[in-house]
């Protein structure tokens, strides 16, 4: 059964940093691209970034470049999201998301709130 546990999230200033994690369970972590999506109030889910399998390739959305960060350890099965310069733009719940050939997989998600 797959399963992924995001962790990390809570409450930051504007302009501080954050690192959220999800760790992943039941299926293969190093054969499939992993992502990192957003939710905020009142809004549509929107993606925040996407890495390849092997960690060689990464992209993140446009609104985002330049101040956050993904990347993955295969041996521990888990990707993370270096998040910096927050904004209060940026409070959501962050999901993370497995592209699995048989349908994606969603965890249940952390929330990050930026507020000072």
């Known amino acids: 059964q797959v399963h992924l546990v995001e962790s990390g999230g809570g409450l930051v200033q504007p302009g501080g940093s954050l690192r959220v994690s999800c760790t992943a369970s039941?299926?293969?972590?190093?054969?499939?691209?992993m992502s990192w999506y957003r939710q905020a109030p009142g809004k549509e889910r929107e993606r925040v970034a996407t890495?390849?399998?092997?960690?060689?390739?990464?992209n993140i959305a446009d609104s985002m470049k330049g101040r956050f960060a993904i990347s993955r350890d295969n041996p521990k099965n888990t990707v993370y999201l270096q998040m910096t310069n927050l904004k209060s733009d940026d409070t959501a719940v962050y999901y993370c998301f497995a592209h699995l050939p048989g349908g994606p997989a969603w965890g249940q998600g952390t929330q990050v709130t930026v507020s000072s």
């Open positions: 039941g299926f293969v972590f190093s054969s499939y691209a």
């Open positions: 890495i390849t399998s092997v960690g060689d390739l990464t």
